[in-house]
């Protein structure tokens, strides 16, 4: 039952990463372009290191070669989920028929999705190990912070008073938590189903980090941009890449 109060501070901890963008404009933070290329090179390095050397690892141990299938469906599961609710790909051209407010309900419902299935890796990662799930939480809260503050700024973008905005970022958030208690309390009663599912989780990490972060970072072209990416894209790594060994210790 210690795992599942671990899991369960876990995902709180992530939930409340969605006030951040709220918190920003307390402050009177300014988030530049820079901050965001480091945020995200950092997260897309973190993911991809989880992936390979913390969920892959744990997942090949128990379920051997079979795993990587399930990884590779984990990939296309999140590429179906993101196509189908159209979640951060909704290009200004290609969105006209909708009101900007359907824009920001639609943000909303994506976000809200992926939120649960972030849930459902921080229980799996935690049913593995503690340290497992410690890894897999940090990887998502580094993804998170980038994605809340540019999922806040599509709600004010569509319209919503920032009060009425942050309370459906948090909102959203909170199917986190919901993803952590069903997946948790589901994969205990279904052991087997264990390390299927982190080797899916493996596979939404490497998803989001190459189909969604790298897109990003690729957007620059001049040379001290590409070399503040790697540099950050390699300290995530490396973060996560040492964690992994200190945990596992």
């Given at each position: 039952m210690d795992?599942?109060i671990?899991?369960?501070?876990?995902v709180?901890?992530v939930?409340?990463i969605?006030l951040?963008?709220?918190?920003?404009?307390?402050?009177?933070f300014?988030?530049?372009?820079n901050?965001?290329i480091?945020?995200v090179?950092f997260a897309a390095g973190?993911?991809?290191?989880a992936a390979?050397f913390?969920?892959?690892p744990e997942?090949?141990?128990?379920?051997?070669e079979?795993?990587?299938?399930f990884a590779?469906?984990?990939?296309?599961l999140?590429?179906f989920i993101?196509?189908?609710?159209?979640?951060?790909h909704?290009?200004?051209?290609?969105?006209?028929?909708?009101?900007a407010?359907?824009?920001?309900?639609?943000n909303?419902?994506?976000?809200?999705?992926h939120?649960?299935?972030?849930?459902?890796?921080i229980?799996s990662a935690?049913?593995?190990?503690?340290?497992?799930g410690?890894?897999?939480?940090?990887?998502?809260?580094?993804?998170e912070?980038?994605?809340?503050i540019g999922?806040?700024a599509?709600?004010?973008?569509?319209?919503f008073?920032?009060e009425?905005a942050?309370f459906?970022n948090f909102i959203?958030?909170?199917?986190?938590?919901?993803?952590?208690?069903?997946?948790?309390?589901f994969?205990?009663a279904?052991?087997?189903?264990i390390p299927?599912?982190?080797?899916?989780a493996?596979?939404?990490?490497i998803?989001?980090a190459?189909s969604d972060l790298?897109?990003e970072?690729s957007?620059?072209?001049?040379?001290r941009?590409?070399a503040l990416q790697l540099?950050f894209v390699?300290v995530?790594?490396a973060?996560?890449?040492l964690?992994?060994g200190?945990l596992?210790e």
């Open positions: 795992s599942f671990y899991a369960l501070a876990s709180l901890l939930s409340l969605s951040v963008g709220a918190l920003l404009l307390f402050f009177k300014k988030v530049s372009h901050h965001l480091i945020t090179s973190a993911m991809l290191a390979f913390d969920l892959l997942a090949l141990e128990q379920a051997g079979g795993a990587l299938q590779f469906v984990g990939i296309l999140f590429l993101e196509s189908f609710l159209h979640w951060h909704c290009q200004k051209e290609k969105c006209d028929v909708y009101s407010k359907s824009v920001g309900y639609m909303l419902i994506g976000d809200g999705a939120n649960f299935l972030d849930g459902i890796v229980a935690y049913l593995v190990s503690v340290p497992v410690i890894i897999a939480t940090i990887a998502i809260i580094a993804h912070i980038p994605q809340e999922d806040f599509v709600l004010l973008h569509a319209g008073k920032k009425k942050l459906y959203s958030a909170t199917t986190a938590i919901a993803g952590t208690i069903i997946g948790y309390f994969l205990s279904s052991q087997p189903l299927i599912a982190t080797a899916m493996a596979g939404g990490f998803y989001i190459t790298f897109p970072i957007k620059h072209h001049d040379i941009h590409l540099f390699l995530g790594a973060t996560i890449y964690l992994v200190a596992h």
